[in-house]
């Protein structure tokens, strides 16, 4: 049992064990260049994978659902649950209101607001949002905050709040080598560990929430988030701690990242492109 168990505040702000040094992080850049190449050697050329979270999950937990061919985007309110639900929790965190159901309307005029003002859609929903009757306004509101309350209770964010960020920018990595693959790492809270005067920085830890409850390949999934940031940015070490946070089922899981929890996740990498290039393939073989 992890020593944060219930607790995702400590697991955010308990100073890491460790850290993953350079020398780790290169072989697991290089073990995941070479396994994608291979994974992705029958991959149609003009094809476009893009791997994060939900398609390592959906290989592994559902993988019938991998072949089907994603319909043409319309916005729903599933598509602003999460940005809206962050921006209300900024606000919240901020103290502006007392909690996220208090929030979410201002803070959806205020994008909307904006957006009719200056014509930049900070979100990217804003016309759409604009456009809908009381009903359907109402369901996107309501989405957001059934999103953005379990996050807001399950954290002391008087002792988070100083040293977060919410809903930083997800971190992008294309695979170098054949094929055009690209990874795609989405956190919800990033945590730097305030360190005592004179002490070496801390590398940041991570929080991710998802719906549902953890599969087997939680800890996985969670490095994963780990090694995209690493592999991403020259400038920032790998965090240290991953948290995960699956509110309906009431599930908190901690991942410490080291050299093997990275090659953990480079392997699930792996496994997942090579089932989305078997689905591709077999769809392009499938006769209209």
């Known amino acids: 049992m992890s020593r944060f168990e219930g607790n995702p505040t400590a697991a955010l702000l308990a100073r890491p064990s460790g850290a993953v040094a350079p020398g780790e992080l290169e072989e697991a850049r290089a ?17 476009h994978l ?6 390592l999950r959906r290989a592994r937990y559902r993988p019938e659902l991998v072949a089907e061919p994603e319909g043409a985007f319309t916005w729903k309110p599933a598509f602003v649950r999460r940005s809206l639900g962050i921006a209300t929790l900024r606000a ?13 309307g201002p803070v959806a005029d205020l994008a909307v607001e904006e957006w009719r003002r200056t014509g930049w859609r900070a979100f990217h929903w804003e016309p759409w949002l604009a456009g809908l009757g009381a009903g359907g306004r109402a369901a996107v509101l309501a989405d957001a905050v059934t ?8 954290l002391d964010w008087a002792a988070v709040g100083p ?5 930083r920018p997800d971190d992008r990595w294309p695979v170098p080598g054949p094929g055009d693959v690209h990874l795609r790492s989405r956190s919800e809270v990033r945590v730097l560990p305030p360190v005592a005067a004179g002490a070496p920085s801390s590398p940041s830890v991570l929080l991710s929430v998802a719906g549902g409850r953890p599969g087997d390949g939680w800890h996985d999934e969670l490095a994963f988030l780990a090694l995209v940031a690493g592999v991403a940015s020259a400038a920032r070490s790998v965090p240290a701690r991953v948290v995960g946070l699956w509110p309906e089922s009431g599930a908190l899981r901690v991942a410490e990242v080291d050299g093997h929890a990275l090659i953990g996740a480079v392997d699930r990498v792996v496994d997942t492109v090579a089932v ?13």
Do not use: F, H, K, N
Not at 31 to 47: E, N, R
Not at 50 to 55: D, F, V
Not at 92 to 104: D, M
Not at 147 to 154: D, E, F, G, R
């Open 276 to 288: 989305l290039v078997d689905a591709s393939t077999a769809r392009m073989a499938t006769p209209a």
């Open 147 to 154: 999103w953005a309350t379990p996050l807001w209770s399950a």
């Open 50 to 55: 893009e791997i994060g979270l939900p398609q």
């Open 163 to 167: 040293v977060a960020e919410l809903g």
């Open 31 to 47: 073990q995941l260049v070479a396994g994608v190449a291979d994974a992705a050697a029958g991959l149609a050329p003009g094809t």
């Open 92 to 104: 919240c965190v901020g103290g502006r209101y007392r909690a996220p159901a208090e929030a979410v």
